[in-house]
């Protein structure tokens, strides 16, 4: 049970603790060992700059060919081009980006939407959901500034980390403006504003646990393999963490980074990550790619392929792959159908839908909408052979347990492909809603101490995940607009939120889904109206972080002397998630063709993720992750 709140001590203010701790306007603090130095690093940067990373070298003779259009297959495909690589990227849908494509919808909004009247009205973007760059994704900041692709910070004086349960409490993660070292010690002395969320002793247990959390190290293979072995939920309750600290703080970082829960994701899944943010305050800041990133970031590395003598060709699903003494010799697209009569494909999901598809008002796959239904061209329907000297697979979780699964031979048979064949997916919902005004938004999701905020952690909800509102204006560097500037002026509010585990509801309608979501929205915010537009996508590819998954993680070299894996799927013994993990086995990939072909030009410098120096090196040192 809480305890009350005068129970509760207060956390110190930044005035109490620098009186606290001594610090002043100086850059150190004497101590009895001494003076504590600033800690500054080329990671303190928004973009880590490497001036050896930049290269523009001339053709090498080597071609290569890379089985996915997704963000770690173009990222591979733009390092390898920058370093005198012929490359061609074979996508099976119709449009760039993986996991991260944007698209537009002319069908999202109210029938009477202004904004439908404008002729040059070219849609509302869509997008597979928020994509949250941290900041302690070096690799991917560095990449992105090298080329001149930049992201956007949230907005000035907005909460990221808002926590709201279905009980009425709220909780919010406090971040610090200190430099480091003291940013962190500011950070660890008032942790996080939970007063209404968690009871005292509940707040105790997690601080206890967080120090043991923190201490993960990945290249320790002993505690890689216990982390690997049990559930995050089973890992918790070793260490006696309350269920209110598991079910409202750990089940909802779990949902957003993983969209899965404490009870079914691997405990290495959040360690990891809580190691990686632990190095600094900075590494906890959040920016968002510039919007639509379609638009800004994936189709310009498309460009950048292109012009650099490099190929990008959609709407070709690979089925068969030819291997001789070793080496991949080809890879094959079948034939579609008969090979001459009209078939439609869905450019999002890459779904197959038959010669009537393009009469769909949707995708019955994903929920595109019918523009994203496209027929295939001729020279798209017939059987096609590719070769290269090197072959990189980033295909995703399922894509890949299809294609390697299907090879037979000694392919399907080795070791390395079976491990492939035991990873897993889940499932994630995307689901936007149309409201008139904001009013009712500004109202209810505000932090304990009165912030606004644009999102909000739901905990304790049925389906509600991370939730945003993607048309709240706030104040950026180049003024105040919605985050979306498709919604700039406009009196109205586009919720999305992200359900996990969506296994569960798959086989409920569209409109069932957008009342479950509406009902829960409107128990955050009582004065809601009506929604006046919605859409589900549906998505089913996301890589898992389950017990056992790590395990069989598929290293970047393969089997085949010529073949390489790169994206979220592989293993690495780098600390890296997500998208930086894309960017990051993207590189390692581009260093081990390099060495290949013996070229000592252009090899990449692999960053830390996340901030090293002293914080984190105490803090490996502080506690343990065995019971």
Not at 11 to 40: D, M, N
Not at 313 to 322: D, Q, V
Not at 519 to 539: C, D, G, T
Request: glycine letters at 10%.
């Amino acid at each position: 049970m809480a305890s009350s709140k005068r129970d509760k001590p207060r956390s110190p203010s930044r005035r109490r603790f620098l009186k606290k701790t001594g610090i002043g306007v100086g850059v150190a603090v004497g101590t009895g060992v001494g003076v504590i130095p600033l800690q500054r690093t080329p990671y303190d940067a928004k973009y880590p700059v490497f001036p050896e990373n930049r290269v523009e070298l001339p053709d090498n003779g080597k071609t290569v060919i890379i089985l996915g259009g997704g963000l770690s297959g173009l990222q591979a495909g733009v390092e390898l081009s920058a370093r005198g690589f012929r490359v061609q990227v074979l996508e099976k849908t119709g449009t760039p980006g993986g996991k991260l494509k944007t698209w537009r919808d002319k069908s999202f909004g109210p029938a009477d939407d202004p904004a439908k009247k404008d002729p040059n009205f070219k849609g509302y973007v869509r997008e597979h959901g928020i994509h949250a760059i941290w900041g302690f994704y070096n690799n991917l900041r560095e990449f992105m500034h090298r080329y001149g692709w930049g992201l956007q910070d949230m907005p000035g004086g907005s909460s990221m980390y808002l926590f709201m349960d279905k009980d009425g409490s709220k909780g919010e993660f406090q971040q610090t403006t200190l430099p480091q070292p003291y940013g962190s010690i500011d950070q660890a002395l008032r942790k996080i504003n939970l007063d209404d969320y968690l009871g005292f002793e509940d707040k105790r247990a997690m601080g206890r646990f967080m120090r043991h959390a923190v201490s993960f190290d990945i290249h320790d293979p002993e505690q890689r393999d216990y982390l690997d072995s049990i559930t995050f939920a089973q890992w918790a309750a070793a260490f006696d963490v309350p269920e209110a600290v598991t079910g409202k703080i750990m089940d909802s970082l779990i949902e957003m980074a993983f969209f899965d829960n404490a009870k079914s994701a691997s405990a290495l899944s959040l360690a990891n990550i809580f190691q990686l943010a632990s190095g600094s305050p900075k590494d906890m800041d959040v920016s968002l790619y510039m919007n639509p990133p379609g638009e800004t970031f994936l189709q310009p590395m498309v460009d950048y392929i292109r012009a650099n003598r490099g190929e990008v060709h959609y709407n070709t699903e690979l089925t068969g792959i030819e291997v001789k003494d070793g080496k991949v010799v080809a890879v094959e697209a079948a034939q579609v159908g008969d090979g001459r009569a009209a078939v439609a494909r869905c450019a999002v999901c890459g779904a197959l839908l038959g010669p009537d598809g393009q009469e769909l008002e949707k995708c019955p796959m994903c929920g595109a909408n019918p523009e994203m239904i496209r027929m295939l061209e001729p020279g798209e329907l017939v059987e096609r052979r590719f070769s290269a000297d090197y072959y990189v697979s980033a295909m995703d979780v399922p894509a890949s347990k299809l294609f390697f699964g299907g090879a037979g031979g000694a392919i399907s048979e080795h070791g390395y492909f079976k491990r492939i064949q035991k990873l897993q997916a889940v499932h994630v919902y995307v689901v936007n809603l149309w409201y008139e005004g904001q009013d009712f938004w500004e109202e209810n999701i505000t932090t304990p101490s009165g912030r606004r905020s644009h999102d909000f952690f739901a905990t304790g909800f049925q389906d509600l995940g991370i939730t945003l509102n993607w048309s709240l204006p706030g104040h950026y560097p180049d003024g105040i607009r919605s985050t979306i500037r498709d919604y700039d002026g406009r009196n109205v509010s586009v919720i999305e939120t992200q359900i996990a585990n969506a296994e569960g509801i798959a086989h409920l309608s569209d409109e069932a889904i957008v009342e479950r979501v509406h009902q829960e929205l409107k128990a955050v915010m009582p004065k809601i109206p009506a929604y006046r537009s919605s859409y589900v996508n549906r998505w089913r590819h996301y890589t898992a972080y389950r017990p056992g998954d790590t395990t069989n993680r598929p290293a970047i070299q393969s089997p085949l002397s010529n073949l390489l894996l790169v994206g979220d799927m592989p293993f690495i013994d780098h600390p890296a998630v997500f998208m930086e993990k894309t960017n990051v086995t993207a590189k390692m990939a581009t260093n081990l063709l390099l060495e290949k072909i013996g070229q000592k030009e252009g090899r990449i410098r692999i960053l830390p993720s996340g901030t090293p120096g002293l914080v984190a090196s105490i803090k490996k040192r502080t506690g343990s992750v065995f019971p």
